[in-house]
């Protein structure tokens, strides 16, 4: 992180409000002390998230004093673009990958920090650490910069830009038993709590607004429940789990059998859905 | 893995785990993929959705018939898949009861070498797989000697697919003595044989029944409890500074991560380059002061005194301080497509220090089969060769073998800014002993080097009014945007100097040629990329001009433009009065145009606007390879 706020010139964090963002700002806070970490963070905002992860967001920035960001693809509000009717896939492009691009090209950030893990999905395994996008941000596996020791080439040219992820070695467990070690503050939605759920598809959907219309013969229920991974809400399952507290939820990680990336329901539209969208530029 | 039942077991069993970094290296289709899926599948640690995506994947695209494919787990990218080979890094994490692990997943394919090395200058172990059919390969010899030099200690080599020879000790035994036949020379500290078969899972968790002659451990086994301790902290002190914290003037302290060793508060403390030294006054952390940081740490220092000190610095112990020299030696091996030129510079980055260096010489090429010296003028994609390096700066930094961090660098072309090296110090060379530094004559390769570019001269040909300038002029501006050297050679300021004293019959016109290609034959000496936009009616002349330049040199670009259409545009008003008779010799009316037989580039400006046509030019300038 050091490495980068060394060699660019306009550097940004992407927060994404789950928990990975939120040890990758602990790191920075860390890292930077006495000062502060010295670039902003920014929220590509969908306006399909949930409720108390704004309300996190907001109370995080203010309780370390940090610049905060919030970038809304405006013009996929006028669109209307949302993920009910407009399928998770374009919602995903429009309000997400396009909007990010959007906020980069404004404010001309060189450098942006992701939470992404390379234990996450196949195609992130092979991510480097310092992964350059071509001025249309694009990402080209074939074309990798060779990443050796732990030397980083920062090198890029005007409009070009480097995405990095100081978490890519850590896997799910790292980030909990991190959590738990340094008690960093986490959105309460991971927690167990009994929530307005529908079943929707074999997923367990929480009804965070009115925005959300029940098809025939759904309903709402009260379970408990938490979440595993956080994003927009009508694209974001839920587990059914009693784990109220940090202990609790890295003993259910211990004895876990499904990956956190199947309550997100975007990764199963298609394919190899990952790599196509990082080559147009996703996180 | 036995999960333990309650949290703080578990979590101190976590705590006491270490990590264990390692990277499979093979040939193609040695099972590298399979092995590490197996392990992945073997450790439990695949989740039940991965799995049932792998069965459904196995029969799509599997080769394995009815069984599961493991290699699917591991092979990310789409086009690996439908190719059926690896062609990148991959990490792959998981974790026993005693360690955890990261593995570096890492082709074999040969022009991906480079990704080899990437993957071996951050593992600790390698397990070299050799397909039990084949026997030890190049490829097999190429990625120890890269194991090698890249500082790997512990070998492991898994020869593979041992149900495909029936499990026939003699045909292990025979691969283990080729091998180690050959890395006995590499000086690793472990090397251990285990015959394998990925598939079936012989001897990767367990020993195998179907091997009562192996008598070594199962791979799993040895990667639990193989030592691979390289005692960094022992080592003396080296911080290399990375970031400067000024939060207020109160305070300033070093940030970086510890490199090598230990320090504690009250320890002394060097600056590498200024040679100033001072005593650490506190360990900064966001948890409180540190009363020691080792080796891996990420720490701040406060000083007890002032001392200048900026990103790039190595602080290091006053007793052990690292080499400080503008010249070194080191093993390089190359990792671009374009091969590597004596004399160019290229950015040096080592530690937090980014710094212009060149190669001064290449001492010999390392056959990596034979591990022979080889005399040679250039490195191309994959080779390895032994070079002295001369620096614009003098950098601190330490002999690879004794710290990978300070020791190991990268080269950066100036102009795409891609990594084109791993380099790897020796020792460093004393300006006592090597004066003559520069070995290189400052020749037309020498200049061009510097420029980053090929000199050549652009030649653009064609009627008056037919556009030459106007396309020359942008192409120099997007030549000049891009930052090469270049220089345009046309009527303006050649005939009101250097040719003032010529006109425009017939042989005044060869002269005029005459001497402009000298001039750009000079030009090109310099290394510089020269435009030129004469009507040059002559294909004489131009094939004069040719004859003087050396082989790809010299480009003619026609610029064919219909005379009827040079004299619509007229820009000078020309043709209208070479027609009303009051200029004599003009081309096209009373003067001939030989038009191009053999132009490398023709251009019909009637078809599209200038600039796209400039860009068309810049455009086969870097697919020929001169910018």
Redesign the interface.
């Known amino acids: 992180m050091?490495?980068v706020?060394?060699e660019f010139a306009n550097p940004v964090m992407l927060y994404s409000i789950g928990k990975d963002s939120s040890v990758m700002l602990h790191l920075a806070?860390?890292?930077?002390?006495?000062?502060?970490p010295p670039f902003p963070l920014m929220h590509v905002d969908t306006t399909w998230k949930f409720r108390e992860m704004i309300e996190f967001r907001d109370a995080t920035a203010r309780r370390l004093g940090l610049d905060l960001i919030v970038h809304i693809n405006q013009d996929g509000v006028k669109r209307g673009i949302n993920p009910f009717d407009s399928g998770s896939s374009l919602h995903t492009q429009v309000m997400k990958t396009e909007s990010l691009k959007q906020a980069l090209d404004k404010y001309g950030f060189d450098a942006a920090f992701g939470g992404a893990r390379?234990?996450e999905?196949?195609?992130?395994?092979?991510e480097r650490i310092f992964s350059f996008r071509t001025a249309s941000h694009a990402w080209d596996?074939?074309n990798?910069?060779?990443?050796?020791?732990?030397?980083y080439?920062t090198?890029?040219?005007k409009g070009e830009s480097i995405r990095v992820f100081p978490l890519?070695?850590w896997?799910e467990?790292d980030i909990w038993?991190y959590i738990?070690a340094e008690n960093i503050p986490i959105v309460p939605l991971y927690f167990a709590k009994k929530r307005p759920v529908v079943e929707r598809g074999g997923t367990l959907i929480m009804k965070d607004d009115d925005r959300m219309k029940l098809l025939a013969g759904e309903r709402v229920e009260e379970r408990l429940v938490r979440f595993r991974t956080l994003g927009c809400y009508p694209l974001t399952g839920a587990i059914e789990s009693d784990a109220d507290t940090l202990?609790a939820i890295?003993?259910e990680m211990?004895?876990?059998?499904?990956?956190e990336r199947?309550g997100r329901l975007i990764d199963s539209d298609e394919k190899?859905s990952m790599?196509k969208k990082k080559k147009e530029g996703y996180f | 893995m036995n999960?333990?039942t309650?949290?703080q077991s578990?979590?101190a069993a976590?705590e006491r785990k270490s990590l264990l970094r390692f990277l499979t290296c093979g040939s193609v289709d040695d099972g590298k993929s399979t092995l590490i899926g197996r392990l992945l599948y073997d450790t439990k640690l695949l989740?039940?959705?991965?799995l049932a995506s792998l069965e459904k994947d196995s029969r799509k695209f599997g080769t394995t018939g009815e069984d599961i494919d493991f290699a699917l787990?591991?092979?990310?990218?789409?086009?690996e898949?439908e190719q059926g080979i690896t062609?990148?890094?991959?990490?792959?994490?998981f974790a026993t009861d005693k360690r955890k692990f990261?593995v570096a997943d890492t082709p074999g394919h040969e022009q991906y070498t480079?990704?080899m090395?990437?993957g071996a200058?951050?593992s600790e172990l390698a397990v070299i797989l050799i397909d039990a059919r084949k026997g030890v390969l190049t490829q097999t010899r190429r990625h120890a000697y890269i194991c090698s030099l890249l500082g790997i200690r512990h070998i492991v080599l898994a020869v593979n697919k041992i149900d495909l020879v029936d499990y026939s000790q003699s045909v292990f035994d025979r691969i283990v003595a080729d091998f180690t036949d050959f890395a006995g020379k590499l000086g690793f500290a472990s090397q251990v044989a285990i015959p394998l078969s990925a598939r079936y899972g012989v001897n990767v968790m367990e020993k195998s029944a179907q091997t009562p002659w192996y008598k070594g451990p199962a791979l799993l086994d040895h990667l639990e409890t193989v030592d691979v301790d390289t005692a960094l902290a022992d080592r003396p002190f080296r911080m290399p500074v990375?970031?400067v914290?000024?939060?207020n003037l109160d305070?300033r302290?070093f940030?970086?991560?510890v490199a090598g060793g230990r320090i504690r508060p009250g320890d002394a403390i060097g600056v590498a380059k200024s040679g100033k030294t001072s005593t650490v006054a506190r360990i900064?952390?966001?948890?409180g002061d540190r009363a020691e940081a080792v080796a891996g740490d990420?720490v701040?220092l406060t000083l007890a005194d002032e001392v200048d000190i900026s990103?790039g610095d190595i602080l290091g112990a006053t007793d052990a301080r690292p080499e400080v020299s503008d010249q070194f030696a080191a093993h390089m091996l190359w990792?671009s497509d374009e091969e590597m030129l004596p004399g160019r510079q290229y950015?040096l980055?080592?530690?937090?220090a980014t710094v212009p260096a060149s190669i001064s010489e290449l001492k010999h090429k390392i056959d990596v089969n034979s591990l022979e010296h080889l005399a040679g003028k250039t490195l191309a994609l994959n080779e390895v060769g032994f070079c002295n390096f001369a620096l614009a700066q003098p950098l601190a930094f330490d002999p690879y073998k004794e710290n990978?961090?300070t020791g190991?660098?990268?080269l950066?072309d100036r102009f795409s800014?891609?990594?084109v090296a791993?380099g790897m110090i020796e020792f460093g060379l004393r300006r006592a002993t090597n004066v003559h530094w520069q070995a290189l004559d400052v020749n037309k390769s020498a200049r061009a080097a510097m420029k980053g570019q090929k000199p050549v001269v652009l030649w653009f040909t064609g009627l008056s009014g037919s556009g030459k300038s106007t396309i020359a002029n942008l192409v120099e501006k997007k030549l000049a945007a891009e930052g090469r050297h270049t220089y345009l050679l046309d009527g303006d300021n050649v005939r009101h100097g250097l040719n003032k004293d010529i006109g425009f019959t017939d042989a005044d016109r060869v002269e005029n040629i005459r001497r402009v290609g000298e001039v750009a034959k000079l030009f090109v000496d310099a290394g510089l990329i020269v435009l030129t936009a004469f009507i040059s009616p002559f294909r004489s002349e131009r094939r004069m001009t040719r004859g003087m330049l050396g082989a790809n040199e010299f480009l003619e670009i026609f610029i064919d433009t219909p005379i009827a259409e040079c004299m619509k545009r007229d820009p000078k008003g020309l043709y209208q009065k070479a027609r009303a008779g009051a200029i004599k010799n003009f081309t096209g009316i009373d003067s001939p145009y030989e038009t191009p037989e053999q132009a490398e580039i023709t251009i019909r400006t009637v078809e599209a606007p200038p600039e796209v046509h400039a860009q068309a030019i810049v455009d086969h300038l870097r697919t020929n390879g001169y910018i």
């Open positions: 050091r490495e706020a060394a806070m860390k890292a930077f002390y006495p000062s502060r390379r234990d999905e196949k195609s992130r395994a092979k596996p074939k990798q910069r060779p990443e050796l020791w732990r030397v080439n090198r890029i040219n890519s070695n896997t467990l038993q738990l202990e890295v003993t211990f004895t876990a059998r499904t990956s199947q190899a790599e | 999960a333990p309650d949290l578990f979590l976590q989740f039940e959705d991965t787990l591991v092979d990310g990218l789409e086009a898949r062609i990148d890094v991959a990490y792959r994490f990261i480079r990704n090395a990437t200058s951050n990375q970031w914290n000024r939060p305070f302290g940030s970086g991560t900064v952390t966001m948890d990420a701040t990103r990792m950015l980055k080592l530690g937090t990978r961090d190991g660098f990268i950066i800014n891609a990594t791993a």
